[in-house]
């Protein structure tokens, strides 16, 4: 987690926020907060989650090394992440076009850097996101 007033007074060249190695990717972005209430919820593209506690997430001031949130196998990586409050409804659109609502309390909990469990089979993970109270309202 790097703090957003790490970012202020940026110049016209830009200001680097992470720092990449040789063959690290980026696979998610999100905002959150490391209060005990808060969790993050990653995905990876071959239907695996894992859900942590937001406070589990180093927070910088200045850029740094990322940190593996979750564990992924060699032909697999992450490809969402979501903040959120516990009991909350996760959108996550799948390769094929269809939405599956996961709610969070379905995903393991853990430690970072752990594998998660499988919240989808037979297709590929494409996009994450939580629910908006609209959205869950409309379906009521």
Do not use: C, Y
Not at 27 to 49: L, N, Q, R
Not at 98 to 118: C, F, M, P, T
């Amino acid at each position: 987690v790097l703090q957003l007033a790490g970012l202020a007074d940026v110049k016209r060249n830009g200001k680097r926020a992470i720092k990449l190695r040789d063959g690290d990717e980026l696979g998610a972005v999100t905002t959150t907060a490391p209060d005990k209430d808060k969790e993050v919820s990653i995905f990876s593209s071959d239907g695996s989650a894992l859900r942590i506690r937001a406070k589990e997430i180093p927070v910088r001031d200045t850029p740094a090394v990322g940190v593996a949130l979750l564990g992924v196998r060699e032909q697999d990586a992450a490809v969402g992440a979501v903040a959120h409050s516990r009991n909350t409804t996760i959108k996550v659109t799948l390769q094929s076009g269809k939405v599956k609502e996961i709610r969070s309390d379905e995903i393991v909990g853990g430690h970072r850097a752990l594998k998660g469990n499988k919240v989808v089979s037979k297709d590929q993970i494409k996009k994450v996101e939580v629910m908006t109270q609209l959205e869950l309202f409309n379906q009521g």
